[in-house]
């Protein structure tokens, strides 16, 4: 017994000393002067979202920021977000007394990495694309061009810690390099929710499940939108972000609510639309979207664009509060 106990104590012992430390841990991060200049959407309310701040992100060129795919919002008000040339952001969202977006504080940047604790070789492998987070805590990330999912602890080994590899998806090899895995969610026992950009094609996938999962729903998209991102809903639904971009219309961006419950029925889901952005509103290339519980019970969408790393386009960060459209009760697996 007492030798069962020392091997037991060793063995506690090596793993934390493996384990970073959270000084070590905040020692993966490097700072970053980000600018946040307020940001006008142009009018109060689109759809049945009211307009609650917004912010037009920037800084040194040579500080790696920009390309930002997706964005998790967590419940201590910290902004997760993540680029397409492999980066972890880390920020603290600024809130004044009405509860608008005005800022962003302690913004820090980190390199993703590998299964090998390495960052990753070249911009195609580093291309992740959309994020979620597991009730566990720990991230799911996928990448488009690669048709992969990785899955990231933070709270263990923070931003520099290596990639699990998750789950493969039936089917996308089909799919065109750079219109793949860019949207995901999880349900609050922690399958996620995949979906494919042009294809519209969704998968259920559980971590740790037998098998290579199908496709189970197919999302409908209308000529020229494709799905960018999806996040869970307080009440277990699912927000859905739409893009759209054509030289002689402009760019549009879509947000609207799918049913979980749909997402297992091998045909098209039914969506409800929240609100459609169009020009002449300040619009840029909306590729994230995130959702949180306000205090008062409602809920509240924040959207976030990847610049590409052009000087023509914006990273913008807007949020937007739901007025109308849905029932937003507890969270519950459907």
């Given at each position: 017994?007492?030798?069962?106990?020392?091997?037991?104590?060793?063995?506690?012992?090596?793993?934390?000393?493996?384990?970073?430390?959270?000084?070590?841990?905040?020692?993966?991060?490097?700072?970053?002067?980000?600018?946040?200049?307020?940001?006008?959407?142009?009018?109060?309310?689109?759809?049945?979202?009211?307009?609650?701040?917004?912010?037009?992100?920037?800084?040194?060129?040579?500080?790696?920021?920009?390309?930002?795919?997706?964005?998790?919002?967590?419940?201590?008000?910290?902004?997760?977000?993540?680029?397409?040339?492999?980066?972890?952001?880390?920020?603290?969202?600024?809130?004044?007394?009405?509860?608008?977006?005005?800022?962003?504080?302690?913004?820090?940047?980190?390199l993703m990495r590998d299964e090998n604790g390495a960052p990753f070789?070249?911009?195609?492998?580093?291309?992740?694309?959309?994020?979620?987070?597991?009730?566990?805590?720990?991230?799911?990330?996928?990448?488009?061009?690669?048709?992969?999912?990785?899955?990231?602890?933070?709270?263990?080994?923070?931003?520099?810690?290596?990639?699990?590899?998750?789950?493969?998806?039936?089917?996308?090899?089909?799919?065109?390099?750079?219109?793949?895995?860019?949207?995901?969610?999880?349900?609050?026992?922690?399958?996620?929710?995949?979906g494919a950009e042009d294809a519209g094609h969704l998968w259920r996938?559980?971590?740790?499940?037998?098998?290579?999962?199908?496709?189970?729903?197919r999302y409908p998209l209308a000529t020229g939108y494709s799905l960018?991102?999806?996040?869970?809903?307080?009440?277990?639904?699912?927000?859905?972000?739409?893009?759209?971009?054509?030289?002689?219309?402009?760019?549009?961006?879509?947000?609207?609510?799918?049913?979980?419950?749909?997402?297992?029925?091998?045909?098209?889901?039914?969506?409800?639309?929240?609100?459609?952005?169009?020009?002449?509103?300040?619009?840029?290339?909306?590729?994230?979207?995130?959702?949180?519980?306000?205090?008062?019970?409602?809920?509240?969408?924040?959207?976030?664009?990847?610049?590409?790393?052009?000087?023509?386009?914006?990273?913008?960060?807007?949020?937007?509060?739901?007025?109308?459209?849905?029932?937003?009760?507890?969270?519950?697996?459907?």
């Amino acid at each position: 017994m007492k030798a069962a106990r020392f091997v037991a104590a060793a063995l506690a012992l090596a793993v934390a000393s493996c384990t970073p430390t959270t000084s070590a841990i905040n020692e993966q991060w490097s700072n970053i002067a980000v600018t946040a200049a307020p940001a006008t959407l142009g009018v109060e309310q689109v759809g049945v979202l009211r307009f609650r701040g917004g912010l037009a992100l920037s800084a040194a060129a040579e500080s790696g920021f920009g390309g930002w795919s997706d964005l998790e919002v967590l419940d201590d008000g910290r902004l997760i977000a993540i680029s397409d040339d492999g980066k972890w952001l880390s920020a603290r969202l600024v809130l004044d007394e009405s509860g608008s977006l005005t800022g962003l504080t302690d913004t820090r940047i980190a390199l993703m990495r590998d299964e090998n604790g390495a960052p990753f070789p070249d911009k195609d492998s580093a291309d992740a694309e959309d994020l979620a987070q597991l009730p566990d805590g720990r991230f799911a990330v996928s990448f488009e061009q690669t048709h992969e999912i990785r899955i990231y602890d933070f709270n263990r080994d923070g931003p520099f810690g290596a990639a699990t590899r998750g789950p493969a998806l039936a089917g996308v090899a089909a799919l065109p390099s750079n219109s793949s895995l860019e949207a995901m969610a999880t349900t609050s026992n922690g399958t996620l929710i995949v979906g494919a950009e042009d294809a519209g094609h969704l998968w259920r996938v559980r971590l740790g499940q037998n098998g290579i999962p199908s496709p189970v729903a197919r999302y409908p998209l209308a000529t020229g939108y494709s799905l960018t991102s999806l996040d869970r809903l307080p009440n277990g639904d699912f927000v859905a972000l739409e893009r759209f971009y054509a030289p002689a219309v402009g760019s549009r961006a879509r947000l609207t609510t799918i049913h979980a419950r749909d997402i297992r029925s091998n045909q098209q889901t039914a969506k409800t639309e929240l609100a459609l952005f169009t020009e002449p509103l300040a619009l840029d290339n909306f590729e994230g979207v995130a959702a949180v519980r306000l205090p008062s019970g409602g809920v509240r969408l924040y959207i976030l664009s990847d610049d590409n790393f052009s000087t023509r386009q914006r990273t913008l960060l807007y949020a937007f509060d739901v007025v109308e459209g849905g029932s937003w009760g507890p969270a519950r697996e459907r």
